[in-house]
């Protein structure tokens, strides 16, 4: 019940950042669509496996250089880093709230 509750917010939460994320970056979509989608599927992948995003972003920043022009990548991670931070901490919060209920029970 626990994980499935904890499922369920962190998708809602995923869709907030999603929409604050597609807002910031409306200006860049329409030069850069499959970057764009690429860069944003990424960010799904992430929210949806539960990873540290900004810890991951900066791994797959390397390998997504075939894909995305490192510039470009460099752009997008500019624009939307105060969401990346705050996500981040977010599932470190939630991750330690976890370890930390599980240890007590």
Do not use: G
């Not at 604050?20 to 329409?30: A, D, S, T, V």
């Not at 900004?54 to 022009?69: C, G, I, L, P, Q």
């Not at 752009?75 to 930390?100: C, G, N, W, Y």
């Amino acid at each position: 019940m626990f994980v499935r509750a904890y499922d369920e917010a962190n998708q809602k939460i995923r869709n907030i950042y999603f929409q604050i994320i597609k807002e910031k970056l409306n200006h860049i979509r329409p030069d850069y669509e499959e970057e764009y989608l690429f860069f944003m599927d990424l960010l799904d992948i992430m929210f949806s496996k539960d990873l540290y995003i900004e810890e991951t972003m900066n791994a797959f920043k390397d390998r997504s250089k075939y894909y995305v022009n490192p510039y470009l990548f460099d752009r997008l991670m500019k624009v939307v880093q105060p969401e990346i931070e705050s996500a981040t901490k977010f599932q470190k919060k939630i991750h330690k709230m976890i370890i930390d209920s599980k240890s007590f029970l």
